[in-house]
């Protein structure tokens, strides 16, 4: 790319901040408290020129397995097995052009895809910087196939799979998983933090409960175009 | 699995190490990790690297806590009060791996753990609270999530290298402490270290081995001209450091042609520009903050990071990596590990290419045999053979090691011929080199010693030297925001200027390199010429020329023939005569990138008639910031009469202004916001058009200032607020300025008290700087300067005038194009300066994107420099850089005609070249690089120089050129100010009391700074005779009551954020608790850090705990806080603090004006004081009778204010407490005057 601006010379820097329930108990309130801070320390993130992109804010929680077992039911009438993990992908494209790639590898891990779930968004929230370069968003549900279930087998096995998935493209750009694993997932996109909530349709739903929860907010962008 | 706020400074050289270290990664619980193509992000966030290196870690087997303090260790190095144990257990885990380092805040969470971890330096703010639901609530603010006072258990906040941990299985909750603990138990580091480490120091007192010999002279000669050791460099770098163990101290700004331009012979380090840290991290103190800082090295192969065994702790370690002749034999010679020689001697008949593929072949081949010790040596060859220089080899060897995966199996010493000083040795570092071995430095040294040159043993000099040099390096990499030598290894944390892809490619793979220039052939070329001349010619090395002009030397900008003609042009005011000044400088032999190119049209030309005017042109053009200080009263007044006098703006620079020049034609119209924050009061702020946030600045970019205790005399120390004869320090960092965030902060600060005003920041040139001025556009400044490497000063060390930072050229058409691409162009004004001289460098600059011009040197030999480079020594003999005022009377010929007729004829060049252009005003050129092109008929030396990128023009954006917007409004709109401002108004304009309440929050900020300018403005310092009241309830947002004026009265129930009392400049501040917290109140956080930064006056009363950097650069505000955190006091000049609780560190570093009372109750005060320039007193002795009474009405007041459970505790028992207190001064006062100042301020 000709000139002297390079789009990888980012930095990150920002807010951050921590909401959890001591005891482990698991609630909605955590989740809408992490998502007040966020909004309260708007003025550490920055503003793009469309005035609504903001340079990226998330959160990362602790999964709720009861809220994703009646998603998937209800949304794809699909029961999950007992035991699953989460994978939060950003994809460029269709995730079916590269399932067959993907099962091949869960399956060298041991593992299982046991259903995948267009997360529910809102694009219409987003600024047209951000709009312009929104991905399609999954959620995979991925279980171990061992018979006999083994904890650190199956952490060991995800981080794996996960790895050797990302290198199909070695992109961010394309392929970029925010998050993979059986106990926590992350919701992030390129919006101010007052949009989050209305981005992700599952944050506004009281069942959606955490025990801890994660939160930064950046100022610089990622993946501008 | 983690949220970061921060930035890691050295990220290429941890990505490098892990991929240096990969092969070794060898854990059952991954047994796939070999497989992994990429273990860590090589691109992307630094942030997403960090998570993936600490989540590889603990999916690996480490536990979580040990990952996270491997990753990001607390200060250990030199901690004098941490545990033996815990720190074994830190310095174990340091021999495998290097601190991720920067400014850090992560948080993170695994399900069960719940954590959050600060850096070392406690850069990044962490508050917290606990309610009684049992909800924990950690963030960079306090007040995100509001609740009743009454809800709240406890509000504390993260210490530098602390921790917080929830585990949410168990309900428990632990800080550092428990946590070191139980990881300092789980192995037995101590002992491991004692049985296996060695010690170097420790054992060179027995060393029995062969002294350090001197070279025949023979050699000597021929070694200093084959590596371009030039007289001026034995007398102005070398010896000043074997002398005082200082670096050589120099003015004015490197005048020099760049090394790729240079017709003489250029050591390839000077084709290597520092980096430094800038707006996104802050660089460090190296000198205050020195316990965070560290140059331990440690050699042997490195082991398997998932293991913990005895034999982790092998390891040689030494202090430094810079070596002693006694060292480097005991290193070569120790019982562990095997080394090998290779010396970096060629054969002449083979190129110089394929001499360093030879040399990575073979040193793969000895570490593959079990060598990990590699000493190669760079010395004078035997006739026949050339040198392989140092940082080429040291580069290629490295970057060969981590391609195999071989790196950390090896330590590569090199003994260099070519690196003696500090910039020299910290490239060599910087690129991969383990150890150094300066030998030809060395030799030097005893010359000098022989002839007389230098007294004393030349060992003891050579230590002298040694010491110097360690500083140097301490400076530069905290410069770059590092605290540790071994982030900075393989860290590449330069710009390369000149060299092509080839070299770039095998030596230097992905440092930045954007001209190309010399490649291989032509440094082949110049070697061999170069050793023809060491070899034949009998006479003595030459002086140089580098430093200071030499007639026949190295090309000086600002030789003497263009001093004198430009001092006879702007005296006389002859057109003629500048015209003559200008066709030296425009036709010189190319020395800058912009000499390269030539403006080219394929208009016709426009008689000059209709080109904008004389005096439109002129608004563009300001007079660089140079402080009362650094130059005299006359030269500063000087300048904005003539300024001012041609609709042009003058800086004030960082040294105040006499108030006596507002609203006069002295004025300064620039107002600059420097680190030291002197005499900024909100009188000052509101008396400015423009107000100027300077970042860095050209000749010392990452540094700070000083002002040698000899030039503040009466004046200058009541301007900044301070003591005459007491040196003035300015910090490296502005103390509120750690990241992006924080420069948004203190720009919305500024705006909000002077709103009129325009937002100015002053940036350095260097790679990434369009993405940091991108930010800052992004933060809602104005207008952004972007200043070259060749900007001017009064002082700074040599090696940084003439090595830190990069051409403007390439820094302003970065940030043209960054802030064009991301759509910000329109928003800011885009400013270039260093080194103009001519119409020509106005038209060029503009055609890369600037609109705004600025001018240091130019305006000051106008006044009668001479360029003499002696201003640091106060002895200016045109009375301009002195305040010696017999130079300044007898010698002063500066007048304001003078000044006017440089800018008149610099406006009227720029018009005769935009005639020829074909345009009618600079805006139509702004931008427009088709008006530059590579000129044609250039030597070949500088046909290979690419700077097609320096001059693309993105036509697809849909931006501006230029700015469009009158003011670029921050989205925070304020409203709680207003409504403040408009409810008092009326009791302000009739001076009339009045006392109103607010409910505040976190997201409002700078409150007290729009009502402060506004009484500012309307009765200047003296302020309100009438008090106000303003009342809040809740938490208060950042920068709570800045630049608070005289009789502004502020109260907060609940708690405050960072930067409370911010420039504080009268008035009081009260921050409490009326429903006290439920828990322990000793613990109890009130306000954040960096309170009072800067303050000059007024009172503050916290009934809490305060956070780090409390009162930094205090000068002249008294306070009364619970407790505090790290460097509280640092650099303060005048007031008082008391404080009635535990503090952190360091405290009263680098203080040397005020006074303090601190309660000590668990006698552990002793050991936090930095004493370097404080005393400790005891009160309770007769005859600090006085004292004792003060400070008992201070704790009455403070009680009165806060109803404090502690204030009330003391004064019910003061006899008990009596004996713990004690008194903190400054060993530059008389503590019988101390009470003087507060009894003045209180009548």
Same mark, same amino acid.
């Given at each position: 790319?000709?000139?002297l601006?390079?789009k990888e010379?980012?930095?990150?820097n920002c807010?951050f901040?921590?909401?959890?329930?001591?005891?482990?108990?698991?609630s909605?309130?955590?989740?809408?408290?992490?998502?007040?801070?966020?909004?309260?320390?708007?003025?550490?993130?920055?503003?793009?020129s469309?005035?609504?992109t903001?340079?990226?804010?998330?959160?990362?929680?602790?999964?709720?397995?009861?809220?994703?077992?009646? *998603?998937?039911?209800?949304e794809?009438?699909?029961k999950?097995?007992?035991?699953?993990?989460?994978?939060?992908?950003f994809?460029n494209?269709?995730?079916?052009d590269i399932l067959?790639e993907?099962?091949?590898?869960?399956?060298?891990?041991?593992?299982?895809?046991?259903?995948?779930?267009?997360?529910?968004?809102?694009?219409?929230?987003l600024?047209?910087i951000?709009?312009?370069?929104?991905?399609?968003?999954?959620?995979?549900?991925?279980?171990?196939?061992?018979?006999v279930?083994?904890?650190?087998?199956?952490d060991?096995n995800?981080?794996?799979?996960?790895?050797?998935?990302?290198?199909?493209?070695?992109?961010?750009?394309?392929?970029?998983?925010?998050?993979?694993?059986?106990?926590?997932?992350?919701?992030?996109?390129l919006?101010?933090?007052n949009?989050?909530k209305?981005?992700?349709l599952?944050?506004?739903?009281?069942?959606?409960? *955490?025990?801890?929860?994660?939160?930064p907010?950046?100022?610089?962008?990622?993946?501008?175009? | 699995?983690?949220?970061?706020?921060?930035?890691?400074?050295?990220?290429?050289?941890?990505?490098?190490?892990?991929?240096?270290?990969?092969?070794?990664?060898i854990?059952?619980?991954?047994?796939?990790?070999?497989?992994? $193509?990429?273990?860590?992000?090589?691109?992307?966030?630094?942030?997403s690297?960090l998570d993936?290196?600490?989540?590889?870690?603990?999916?690996?087997?480490?536990n979580?806590?040990?990952?996270?303090r491997?990753?990001?260790?607390?200060a250990w190095?030199?901690?004098?009060?941490?545990?033996a144990?815990?720190?074994a257990f830190?310095e174990?885990?340091?021999?495998?791996?290097?601190?991720?380092?920067g400014?850090a805040?992560?948080?993170?969470?695994?399900?069960?753990?719940?954590?959050?971890?600060l850096d070392?330096?406690?850069?990044?703010?962490a508050?917290?609270?606990?309610d009684?639901?049992n909800?924990?609530?950690?963030?960079?603010?306090?007040?995100?999530?509001?609740?009743?006072?009454k809800?709240i258990?406890?509000?504390?906040?993260?210490?530098?290298?602390g921790?917080?941990?929830?585990?949410t299985?168990?309900?428990?909750?632990?800080?550092?402490n428990?946590?070191?603990?139980?990881?300092k138990?789980?192995?037995?580091y101590?002992?491991?270290?004692?049985?296996?480490?060695?010690?170097?120091?420790?054992?060179?007192?027995?060393?029995?081995?062969?002294?350090?010999k001197?070279m025949?002279?023979?050699?000597?000669?021929?070694?200093?001209?084959?590596?371009?050791?030039?007289k001026?460099?034995r007398s102005s770098?070398?010896?000043?450091?074997?002398?005082?163990?200082?670096?050589?101290?120099?003015?004015?700004?490197?005048d020099?042609a760049?090394?790729?331009?240079s017709?003489?012979?250029r050591?390839?380090?000077?084709?290597?520009?520092?980096?430094?840290a800038?707006?996104?991290?802050?660089?460090?103190?190296?000198?205050?903050?020195v316990?965070?800082?560290?140059?331990?090295t440690c050699?042997?192969?490195e082991?398997?990071i998932?293991?913990?065994?005895e034999?982790?702790?092998?390891?040689?370690?030494?202090?430094?990596p810079?070596?002693?002749?006694k060292?480097l034999?005991?290193?070569?010679?120790?019982?562990?590990?095997?080394?090998?020689e290779?010396?970096?001697s060629?054969d002449?008949n083979?190129?110089?290419e394929?001499?360093? $593929?030879?040399?990575?072949? %073979?040193v793969v081949?000895?570490?593959?045999?079990?060598?990990p010790?590699?000493?190669?040596?760079?010395?004078l060859?035997?006739?026949?053979?050339?040198?392989?220089n140092?940082?080429l080899?040291?580069?290629?060897v490295?970057q060969?090691l981590v391609k195999?995966?071989?790196?950390?199996?090896a330590?590569?010493?090199?003994?260099s011929?070519?690196?003696?000083?500090t910039?020299?040795?910290?490239?060599?570092?910087g690129?991969?080199?383990?150890?150094?071995?300066?030998t030809?430095?060395?030799?030097?040294?005893?010359?000098?010693?022989q002839?007389?040159?230098l007294?004393?043993?030349?060992?003891e000099?050579?230590?002298?030297?040694?010491?110097?040099?360690?500083?140097?390096?301490?400076?530069?990499?905290s410069k770059?925001?590092?605290?540790?030598?071994?982030?900075?290894r393989?860290?590449q944390?330069?710009?390369?200027?000149?060299?092509d892809?080839?070299?770039v490619?095998l030596?230097?793979k992905?440092t930045?390199?954007?001209?190309?220039?010399?490649?291989f052939k032509?440094?082949? $070329?110049?070697?061999?010429?170069?050793?023809?001349?060491?070899?034949?010619?009998l006479?003595?090395?030459?002086?140089?020329?580098l430093?200071?002009?030499?007639?026949?030397?190295?090309?000086?900008?600002y030789?003497?023939?263009?001093?004198?003609k430009?001092?006879d042009?702007?005296a006389t005011?002859?057109?003629?005569t500048?015209? %003559?000044?200008?066709?030296?400088?425009?036709?010189?032999?190319?020395?800058m990138l912009?000499?390269?190119?030539?403006?080219?049209?394929?208009?016709?030309?426009?008689?000059?008639?209709?080109?904008?005017s004389?005096k439109?042109i002129?608004?563009?053009f300001?007079?660089?910031?140079?402080?009362?200080g650094?130059i005299?009263?006359k030269?500063?007044?000087?300048?904005? %009469?003539?300024?001012?006098?041609?609709?042009?703006?003058?800086?004030?620079g960082?040294?105040?202004?006499? !108030?006596?020049?507002?609203g006069?034609?002295?004025?300064?119209?620039?107002?600059?916001?420097?680190?030291?924050?002197?005499?900024?009061?909100?009188?000052?702020?509101?008396n400015?058009?423009?107000?100027?946030?300077?970042?860095?600045?050209?000749?010392?970019?990452?540094?700070?200032?000083?002002?040698?205790?000899?030039?503040v005399?009466?004046?200058?120390?009541?301007?900044?607020?301070?003591?005459?004869?007491?040196?003035?320090?300015?910090?490296?960092?502005?103390?509120d300025?750690?990241?992006i965030?924080?420069?948004?902060?203190?720009?919305?600060?500024?705006?909000?008290?002077?709103?009129?005003a325009l937002?100015?920041v002053?940036?350095?040139?260097?790679?990434?700087?369009?993405?940091?001025?991108?930010?800052?556009?992004k933060?809602?400044?104005?207008?952004?300067?972007?200043?070259?490497?060749?900007g001017?000063?009064?002082?700074?060390?040599?090696?940084?005038?003439r090595?830190?930072?990069?051409?403007w050229e390439?820094?302003?058409?970065?940030?043209?194009?960054?802030?064009r691409n991301?759509?910000?162009?329109?928003?800011v004004?885009?400013?270039?300066?260093?080194?103009?001289?001519?119409?020509?460098?106005?038209?060029k600059?503009?055609?890369?994107g600037?609109?705004?011009?600025?001018?240091?040197?130019?305006?000051?030999?106008?006044m009668?420099c001479?360029?003499?480079?002696?201003?640091?020594?106060?002895?200016?003999?045109?009375?301009?850089?002195?305040?010696?005022?017999?130079?300044?009377?007898?010698?002063f010929?500066?007048?304001?005609?003078?000044v006017?007729?440089?800018?008149?004829?610099?406006?009227?060049?720029?018009?005769?070249?935009?005639?020829?252009?074909?345009?009618?005003?600079?805006?139509d050129?702004?931008?427009?690089?088709?008006?530059?092109?590579?000129?044609?008929?250039l030597?070949?030396?500088?046909?290979?120089?690419?700077?097609?990128?320096l001059?693309?023009?993105?036509?697809?954006?849909?931006?501006?050129f230029f700015?469009t917007?009158?003011?670029n409004?921050?989205?925070?709109?304020?409203?709680?100010?207003? $409504?403040?401002l408009?409810?008092?108004?009326?009791?302000?304009?009739?001076?009339?009391?009045i006392?109103?309440?607010f409910?505040?929050?976190?997201?409002d900020?700078?409150i007290?700074g729009?009502i402060?300018?506004?009484?500012?403005?309307?009765?200047g310092?003296?302020?309100?005779?009438?008090?106000? @009241?303003?009342?809040?309830?809740?938490s208060?947002?950042?920068?709570?009551?800045?630049? @608070?004026?005289?009789?502004?009265?502020?109260?907060?129930?609940?708690?405050?954020?960072?930067?409370?009392?911010?420039?504080m400049?009268?008035g009081?501040?009260?921050?409490?608790n009326?429903?006290?917290?439920?828990a322990?109140?000793?613990?109890?956080?009130?306000?954040?850090?960096?309170?009072?930064y800067?303050a000059?006056?007024?009172?503050?009363?916290v009934?809490g705990?305060?956070?780090?950097?409390?009162?930094?650069r205090?000068?002249?505000?008294?306070?009364?806080?619970?407790?505090?955190?790290?460097?509280c006091?640092?650099?303060?000049?005048?007031?008082?603090?008391?404080?009635?609780? !535990?503090?952190?560190a360091?405290?009263?570093a680098?203080?040397?004006?005020?006074?303090?009372?601190?309660?000590?109750?668990?006698?552990?005060?002793?050991d936090?004081?930095?004493?370097g320039?404080?005393?400790?007193?005891?009160?309770?002795t007769?005859?600090?009778?006085?004292h004792?009474?003060?400070?008992?009405?201070?704790i009455?007041?403070?009680?009165?204010?806060?109803n404090?459970?502690?204030?009330?505790?003391?004064?019910e028992d003061f006899?008990?407490f009596?004996?713990?207190?004690?008194?903190?001064?400054?060993?530059?006062?008389?503590i019988?005057d101390?009470?003087?100042?507060?009894?003045?301020?209180?009548?």
């Open positions: 790319m000709p000139g601006y390079k010379d980012f930095k990150d807010g901040g921590l909401v959890s329930n001591i005891d482990g108990i698991k909605h309130k955590v989740i809408t408290n992490s998502i007040n801070a966020l909004i309260s320390m708007t003025h550490r993130g920055g503003v793009g469309d005035g609504k903001g340079d990226g804010c998330g959160l990362l929680f602790d999964i709720d397995h009861d809220y994703f077992r009646n *998603a998937v039911s209800k794809l009438d699909i999950l097995p007992e035991i699953f993990a989460v994978g939060q992908l994809y494209n269709k995730i079916e067959p993907i099962n091949k590898i869960l399956k060298n891990e041991k593992l299982s895809l046991s259903a995948i779930r267009k997360v529910p968004v809102k694009k219409n929230i600024g047209k951000a709009l312009d370069c929104s991905p399609n968003i999954y959620q995979l549900f991925i279980s171990p196939s061992e018979k279930f083994n904890e650190q087998n199956f060991t995800l981080l794996q799979a996960r790895k050797f998935i990302e290198e199909i493209f070695f992109d961010d750009e394309i392929l970029y998983f925010c998050s993979f694993s059986s106990k926590t997932i992350v919701y992030k996109g919006m101010l933090p949009a989050i209305e981005f992700y599952d944050l506004q739903h009281k069942d959606l409960t *955490a025990s801890s929860c994660v939160f907010s950046k100022v610089f962008n990622q993946h501008e175009s | 699995m983690l949220a970061h706020n921060g930035e890691i400074n050295a990220i290429q050289g941890n990505r490098n190490w892990v991929k240096a270290r990969s092969s070794k990664f854990t059952p619980l991954i047994p796939k990790i070999q497989k992994f $193509k990429q273990l860590v992000n090589d691109t992307g966030s630094d942030s690297s993936n290196m600490i989540e590889l870690l603990i999916k690996g087997g480490v979580i806590f040990r990952a996270i491997m990753v990001m260790p607390p190095q030199n901690t004098q009060s941490l545990d144990d815990i720190r830190h174990y885990n340091s021999m495998h791996m290097e601190p991720w380092d400014p805040g992560i948080v993170m969470s695994d399900g069960k753990w719940s954590i959050c971890m070392r330096n406690g850069l990044r703010p508050r917290y609270q606990i009684d639901k909800i924990i609530t950690i963030a960079s603010e306090t007040g995100v999530n509001p609740i009743d006072s809800n258990i406890v509000k504390g906040r993260v210490q530098p290298g921790i917080i941990a929830i585990n299985q168990t309900g428990e909750i632990f800080n550092e428990p946590i070191d603990d139980m990881l138990d789980k192995k037995p101590r002992k491991w270290l004692k049985e296996n480490a060695i010690y170097i120091e420790s054992s060179l007192d027995s060393y029995e081995g062969p002294g350090l001197q025949p002279a023979n050699d000597f000669l021929k070694t200093t001209k084959l590596f371009l050791l030039y001026e460099e770098v070398i010896k000043p450091l074997a002398v005082d163990s200082q670096e050589g101290t120099g003015s004015m700004g490197d020099t760049l090394a790729v331009m017709k003489m012979h050591q390839l380090y000077d084709f290597f520009r520092q980096q430094f800038q707006v996104t991290n802050p660089p460090i103190d190296s000198l205050r903050e316990g965070v800082m560290s140059l331990e050699f042997g192969p082991l398997n998932y293991e913990e065994s034999n982790h702790a092998k390891r040689l370690v030494t202090t430094s810079v070596l002693s002749y060292k034999q005991s290193i070569i010679n120790n019982s562990y590990f095997n080394s090998k290779i010396s970096l060629y002449r083979i190129s110089l394929k001499a360093i $593929k030879n040399l990575q072949k %073979e081949k000895y570490v593959k045999a079990g060598n010790i590699i000493h190669l040596v760079e010395e060859p035997e006739p026949g053979k050339l040198p392989i140092a940082l080899a040291v580069g290629g490295h060969e195999i995966g071989l790196r950390s199996d330590n590569i010493i090199i003994s011929s070519s690196a003696r000083d910039h020299q040795i910290a490239c060599l570092i690129f991969g080199a383990t150890a150094v071995y300066p030809l430095a060395y030799q030097t040294i005893l010359d000098l010693t002839r007389n040159e007294k004393g043993s030349p060992h000099n050579c230590a002298r030297y040694r010491k110097g040099v360690n500083k140097g390096l301490l400076k530069i990499i770059m925001g590092i605290s540790t030598i071994s982030s900075y393989g860290s944390l330069f710009e390369i200027v000149g060299l892809k080839d070299i490619d030596c230097f992905n930045t390199s954007r001209v190309k220039g010399r490649d032509d440094l082949d $070329k110049e070697l061999r010429v170069l050793d023809d001349y060491a070899r034949s010619n006479s003595d090395m030459s002086v140089g020329g430093l200071k002009y030499i007639h026949g030397g190295e090309y000086h900008a030789n003497p023939e263009i001093v004198k430009l001092q042009a702007t005011g002859l057109e003629t500048y015209k %003559e000044y200008a066709h030296l400088v425009d036709s010189r032999p190319p020395a912009r000499d390269l190119l030539e403006v080219s049209s394929s208009h016709k030309k426009i008689d000059l008639k209709e080109v904008e004389e439109n002129l608004t563009r300001d007079s660089a910031g140079m402080s009362l650094a005299s009263p030269a500063h007044e000087t300048l904005a %009469e003539a300024m001012n006098a041609l609709g042009a703006r003058s800086n004030s960082e040294g105040g202004e006499a !108030s006596e020049r507002y006069t034609s002295k004025m300064s119209k620039i107002k600059q916001v420097a680190s030291g924050r002197f005499g900024v009061t909100p009188h000052y702020l509101v400015a058009e423009v107000l100027q946030i300077k970042i860095a600045q050209g000749a010392k970019p990452g540094e700070g200032g000083q002002l040698p205790g000899g030039k005399n009466k004046l200058i120390a009541k301007l900044r607020y301070s003591t005459q004869g007491v040196t003035l320090i300015s910090p490296p960092p502005h103390h300025i750690y990241s965030e924080d420069l948004a902060q203190l720009i919305y600060d500024l705006k909000e008290v002077n709103p009129r937002v100015s002053k940036l350095v040139s260097e790679p990434g700087v369009g993405t940091i001025a991108s930010g800052v556009a933060a809602y400044a104005d207008l952004i300067t972007i200043s070259g490497h060749d001017g000063t009064g002082a700074s060390p040599l090696t940084s005038i090595y830190a930072g990069s051409p390439l820094g302003l058409a970065e940030a043209h194009q960054s802030l991301s759509g910000l162009r329109h928003k004004r885009l400013q270039a300066d260093g080194g103009m001289k001519t119409g020509l460098d106005v038209i600059a503009a055609i890369l600037a609109e705004s011009f600025g001018f240091g040197t130019g305006p000051m030999i106008a009668g001479k360029y003499l480079r002696i201003c640091h020594l106060n002895n200016c003999a045109t009375g301009v850089a002195t305040q010696r005022e017999d130079l300044i009377k007898h010698h010929i500066g007048d304001k005609e003078k006017m007729n440089y800018f008149k004829f610099i406006a009227n060049d720029v018009r005769r070249h935009l005639s020829e252009i074909g345009v009618e005003k600079i805006e050129i702004i931008g427009q690089t088709q008006y530059l092109e590579k000129m044609k008929s030597d070949k030396q500088y046909q290979s120089i690419d700077l097609s990128d001059i693309y023009k993105d036509n697809s954006l849909n931006e501006s700015c917007s009158k003011k409004n921050p989205w925070d709109k304020g409203l709680l100010a207003k $409504k403040i408009k409810e008092a108004k009326d009791s302000i304009d009739n001076e009339k009391s006392s109103l309440d409910r505040i929050s976190n997201t900020r700078s007290g729009l402060s300018g506004y009484v500012a403005k309307k009765y310092e003296p302020g309100l005779i009438n008090p106000i @009241n303003l009342n809040f309830a809740g208060a947002g950042q920068s709570f009551g800045c630049w @608070n004026a005289n009789g502004i009265q502020l109260m907060v129930d609940g708690d405050a954020n960072d930067y409370v009392g911010k420039g400049n009268g009081r501040i009260v921050i409490k009326e429903t006290p917290v439920l322990s109140n000793e613990e109890t956080v009130l306000v954040g850090n960096t309170c009072l800067g000059t006056g007024g009172e503050l009363y009934s705990r305060a956070g780090e950097r409390f009162a930094v205090n000068s002249g505000a008294s306070a009364v806080i619970e407790g505090a955190g790290d460097h006091c640092e650099y303060m000049t005048g007031g008082q603090v008391t404080v009635l609780g !535990s503090v952190g360091n405290f009263g680098g203080m040397t004006g005020g006074f303090a009372y601190v309660l000590d109750e668990d006698k552990s005060f002793f936090k004081c930095n004493r320039l404080v005393n400790l007193e005891r009160i309770h007769e005859e600090m009778q006085s004792r009474k003060h400070l008992k009405e201070t009455a007041e403070h009680y009165k204010q806060t404090s459970v502690k204030a009330k505790e003391l004064i006899d008990r009596e004996p713990y207190f004690w008194l903190v001064v400054p060993a530059a006062s008389n019988q101390l009470l003087k100042a507060t009894t003045a301020n209180a009548a």
